[in-house]
């Protein structure tokens, strides 16, 4: 079964410093999103994309943050400067359309800001 | 999007039929119900969704109420792997985020 893959895995970053996340939506999906989890928390919406421009963002994904497509099969959430309470999972998902059809998660990149 | 309300945990005997309840008494008619799970450190699975019908895949089955305003989601036979955070999630027809709540933590014990 397709499903979404999402690099690194663990990711350790000193604060300030920039950070990519990477993902690999599932290949037929035309939308694309990103959430977060901090540790002990609920699972929050940042950013859905489609089209090359973002769709919605919540009021966490500030001017810090940014996505992009950058070829065909990669989605990257960026993170300018990294703060401290920006230590959370980052989950990528994707879905066909913005129908009825499910979203589909990926594993998650766990960010680690020093 | 409509809230939900779950209770906040649940055991079921391993074997067993769980059945995990959602009440969405402020749904309106173009809101889906949907069902995701989280097991530990992994990231959301999609399990089902529906709108007014009961709906059935080789994960689960969703009942909805006639009147829509609550669901209930059932495993029909719980394994050990079935332990996990299970949401239930109302969103609009052409909408773009899912909004997770805190979720029911189902233990299945043998």
């Known amino acids: 079964e397709p499903e979404v893959t999402q690099t690194p895995s663990h990711q350790v970053t000193q604060m300030g410093q920039e950070v990519i996340l990477r993902c690999v939506p599932i290949s037929n999906h035309l939308y694309f999103y990103w959430y977060r989890q901090i540790l002990g928390q609920k699972v929050e919406f940042l950013v859905s994309?489609?089209?090359?421009?973002?769709?919605?963002k919540s009021e966490i994904f500030d001017d810090q943050f940014s996505v992009e497509r950058p070829d065909g099969s990669n989605f990257t959430l960026k993170i300018r400067s990294t703060k401290l309470e920006d230590s959370a999972m980052y989950f990528c998902?994707?879905?066909?359309?913005?129908?009825?059809?499910?979203?589909?998660f990926g594993d998650g990149t766990r960010l680690s800001i020093l | 999007d409509a809230k939900t309300t779950q209770p906040p945990s649940m055991d079921c005997a391993e074997g067993r039929a769980a059945n995990l309840p959602c009440n969405h008494s402020?749904?309106?008619?173009?809101?889906?119900v949907y069902w995701y799970r989280q097991i530990h450190s992994q990231g959301p699975q999609y399990i089902i969704h529906g709108l007014k019908n009961n709906e059935t895949n080789e994960m689960a089955s969703l009942i909805i109420t006639e009147d829509r305003k609550s669901s209930t989601l059932i495993l029909p036979h719980a394994t050990l792997r079935d332990t996990a955070v299970y949401y239930c999630i109302v969103r609009v027809v052409g909408g773009n985020k899912l909004v997770f709540g805190a979720g029911t933590i189902l233990r299945v014990k043998s």
């Open positions: 994309f489609y089209n090359n421009e973002i769709s919605e």
């Open positions: 402020t749904i309106s008619g173009n809101e889906y």
């Open positions: 998902a994707s879905s066909e359309g913005l129908g009825v059809q499910p979203q589909h």
